[in-house]
């Protein structure tokens, strides 16, 4: 069965810090991996998305890696903001799943002054 | 424009009501889903639209009616709903398969009473 693990469920950190979220994922055949932004009550927005080839990737102050021997991911945040505060899914998707993905629980962020 | 636009953004409703949840967007994009949401949990997927066809359905009860008018829009028909049935309910759009990265609408935060 295809499956997302994140970790931790959720974090606390100091503003202007920075912290690193997991994801392990069992998904095959592997297709890419997408980690998204998700402030309550709104829609998830797209930070990073990674293919098979690519170890890692940034954007702005994230950045993701991606070791699809291992099979884990992890996206980094620097210099927290408390705009960061927000749920951050891990999404999985795999080839000839149709156009199914799989995503994780999400880790919850609370950035404090 | 990477907009996927949901109307309306709130509601609420009698479980005899009849109401539609509306997405539209203007990226081309030939895949669109609906997902469900409930509090601290990630997001489920209830349908797929692919090229205008419905090419999944998550065993999702009838009160709840996809339609695809054309490939820009997709509504969500609600009938005889459950106070259950409160949640988030995002629309998504992809350029094709799986492969591809989807983009989120803000959402639908609809209660049911």
């Known amino acids: 069965k295809n499956q997302v693990e994140q970790s931790p469920q959720s974090l606390i950190i100091l503003e202007g810090k920075n912290c690193t979220l997991q994801c392990n994922y069992t998904v095959s055949p592997f297709s890419n991996l997408r980690w998204y932004k998700q402030d309550t009550g709104r829609g998830p927005v797209s930070l990073t998305i990674m293919t098979f080839s690519e170890n890692t990737k940034s954007n702005g102050r994230y950045t993701a890696t991606l070791d699809a021997d291992t099979k884990q991911s992890s996206l980094h945040i620097t210099a927290s903001q408390l705009s960061d505060s927000a749920s951050y899914i891990c999404v999985v998707s795999a080839w000839a799943a149709g156009n199914k993905l799989t995503f994780g629980g999400g880790t919850r962020v609370l950035v404090k002054p | 424009d990477t907009e996927v636009t949901q109307t309306p953004k709130h509601l609420v409703m009698g479980m005899t009501n009849k109401k539609s949840l509306k997405c539209e967007q203007h990226?081309?994009?030939?895949?669109m889903y609906w997902y469900k949401q409930k509090a601290k949990k990630p997001p489920e997927l209830m349908f797929v639209y692919s090229y205008e066809k419905l090419s999944i359905n998550e065993s999702v009860p009838s009160r709840f009616s996809p339609e695809c008018p054309n490939s820009s829009l997709l509504n969500l028909h609600l009938h005889a709903l459950q106070p259950e049935d409160s949640a988030l309910y995002l629309c998504a759009s992809s350029q094709g398969q799986g492969g591809t990265e989807a983009f989120f609408g803000q959402g639908t935060r609809l209660t049911v009473v």
């Open positions: 990226m081309g994009h030939r895949a």
